[in-house]
């Protein structure tokens, strides 16, 4: 009889561990998915700040390439 009270003992203690673990478990992966949702928010934002800085970038070459094409052809008309 005692040692049927002790297995059942352990078995209620054995099932409060897992439903901690299963609990705990939840609770790891909601914090990850939360964590893989910021970074990712965190990555698209970073993403469209460095596509709008190489369009500024890129306009900023383009027009500085025609006004040297353009002074370039000055000078060389008024060399000629």
Do not use: F, H, P, Y
């Amino acid at each position: 009889r005692k040692l049927m009270e002790e297995v059942s003992r352990m078995q209620g203690i054995l099932i409060q561990e897992r439903k901690s673990r299963e609990a705990m478990e939840g609770t790891m992966l909601k914090m990850l998915e939360d964590v893989c949702a910021r970074l990712q928010a965190d990555i698209a934002t970073q993403r469209r700040e460095r596509e709008a800085t190489e369009e500024t970038l890129l306009k900023l070459l383009e027009d500085t390439c025609s006004r040297v094409e353009a002074n370039l052809g000055n000078v060389q008309a008024s060399i000629q």
